[in-house]
């Protein structure tokens, strides 16, 4: 319905090719998008944003979830109503231009994924006290694993789903311990008394710029899920992950913002273990190195899947077995780029918060470039996109634009 035959079937379905149902995929790209949007980058960016701006960044954090709903459910719809991934689609907009958004993606998910690898080396650090950079190793080993055994995707998604309810938990567990100014959160949340736009544009290129905003379609269409009839699919798995990183966003926020009207100071060096630090003692310590090595290994995974997938340009089915047969060694080549970096340079907390902010550049350029496509019969056939997705993307273009310039004119 709606949609090129010949195009579909073109499509590789690369790394396994599980038999599960298509609400079962939708899942699996759900928890992939949301936990790819919560990682060791929005743990940093939110802490250190947080302790800046008290109360006030409840407002960035009320904007990153609208922006969530438009971004996912308008990126989702016309992804998997194609039946072709994003880059892809961008060529057909503008010979090239998919090539560039590829470009823009890959970089900054291999950016990313080096505060990623770090993050979870940091994580095993604070619960065994070996070196990050040792930690780092481990992570990207077990990451390695886990995409090189057979049926990748099912497995990647299980392990993905067990680490989201992790996170879910200690974060549940921080806010039982502590006084939560709700009142003050919610009041500034929705009337902030100072607006800081290079926040808005970090924490929402953070979790749902450059690579994260496409994990979702493309584990769709990796996994069969293709086509106008799945549309209630896309919706299923768009709304739930917006949902588990909206929970885990908030939780994480009054974490923080508990902290800060305590009157304790977080320490700019690592600003997430301050809050549960000073919240549960050692104990909370503890837990924040499990819930960093979950935000890590989740990320790893999400960066390194979506990065690669837009490697792929064999879209006609003479490619399929050339880049099924080269997927696995660009997955490893990505997790062991970002691990040697990391090793050698380090510093992940500066880098997870500067590329946040470049991700939020890339935002409205990819944004652009599937709402085009989604007035194109060429490409969507006779689906009809609806209105308000449509309005409401455009106006997050225009809004992260115009952030977005605003924030570079400030750096001078």
């Known amino acids: 319905m709606g949609n090129n035959p010949k195009k579909n079937n073109d ?12 609400r079962s995929t939708a899942m699996g790209a759900a928890f992939l998008m949301a936990m790819a949007a919560v990682g060791p980058g929005f743990l940093t960016q939110t802490a250190t944003f947080t302790g800046q701006m008290g109360a006030n960044f409840g407002f960035a954090i009320l904007i990153c979830i609208v922006f969530d709903i438009v971004v996912q459910m308008n990126v989702w719809r016309i992804i998997v109503v194609s039946g072709r991934k994003a880059q892809t689609i961008a060529n057909d907009v503008f010979p090239g231009l998919g090539y560039i958004l590829s470009a823009l993606v890959a970089v900054g998910g291999l950016f990313f994924n080096i505060g990623n690898v770090g993050g979870a080396g940091l994580g095993l650090n604070v619960l065994f006290g070996i070196s990050p950079e040792n930690g780092a190793v481990i992570a990207a080993a077990l990451a390695l694993i886990i995409f090189v055994v057979k049926n990748a995707l099912v497995v990647m998604d299980r392990t993905v789903q067990i680490l989201a309810f992790v996170k879910v938990a200690i974060l549940v567990y921080i806010i039982f311990v502590m006084s939560v100014p709700y009142g003050t959160a919610i009041q500034h949340t929705f009337a902030p ?5 290079y926040s ?8 749902v710029g450059g690579y994260i905003s496409f994990s979702g379609g493309h584990r769709l269409i990796e996994g069969g899920v293709r086509g106008e ?3 209630k699919y896309v919706n299923e798995g768009a709304l739930t992950g917006i949902g588990i990183a909206s929970v885990i966003r908030v939780l994480l926020f009054l974490a923080g913002l508990s902290v800060v009207v305590a009157g304790y100071k977080l320490d700019p060096t690592n600003p997430a273990a301050s809050i549960f630090k000073y919240a549960a003692g050692n104990f909370g310590y503890k837990f924040f190195g499990i819930l960093l090595f979950a935000a890590g290994m989740t990320s790893i995974l ?7 997938s837009f490697l792929d340009y064999a879209v006609k089915s003479k490619g399929v077995s050339s880049y099924e047969k ?13 691990t040697l970096i990391f090793y050698f340079v380090g510093n992940p907390a500066k880098v997870l918060v500067f590329v946040g902010a470049a991700n939020g550049f890339v935002l409205p350029i990819s944004l652009t470039i599937l709402l085009l496509a989604s007035g194109s019969k060429k490409i969507i056939g006779s689906y009809k996109h609806p209105k308000w997705l449509t309005y409401s993307g455009w ?18």
Do not use: Q
């Not at 499509?11 to 298509?22: D, E, L, V």
């Not at 008394?193 to 736009?197: L, N, R, S, V």
């Not at 999400?302 to 690669?308: N, P, Y």
């Open 11 to 22: 499509i590789p379905n690369t790394i396994t090719k599980p038999n599960r149902s298509p």
């Open 193 to 197: 008394t100072k607006i800081d736009f």
């Open 200 to 207: 808005i544009v970090t924490i929402v290129g953070g979790t």
């Open 229 to 231: 009839k799945n549309i």
């Open 302 to 308: 999400g960066s390194t899947f979506t990065s690669t």
């Open 326 to 338: 080269y997927r696995k060694y660009l997955v490893i080549g990505f997790i062991l780029i970002s």
């Open 395 to 412: 106006a997050v273009v225009l809004f992260m634009a115009f952030a977005s310039i605003k924030t570079i004119l400030g750096l001078f």
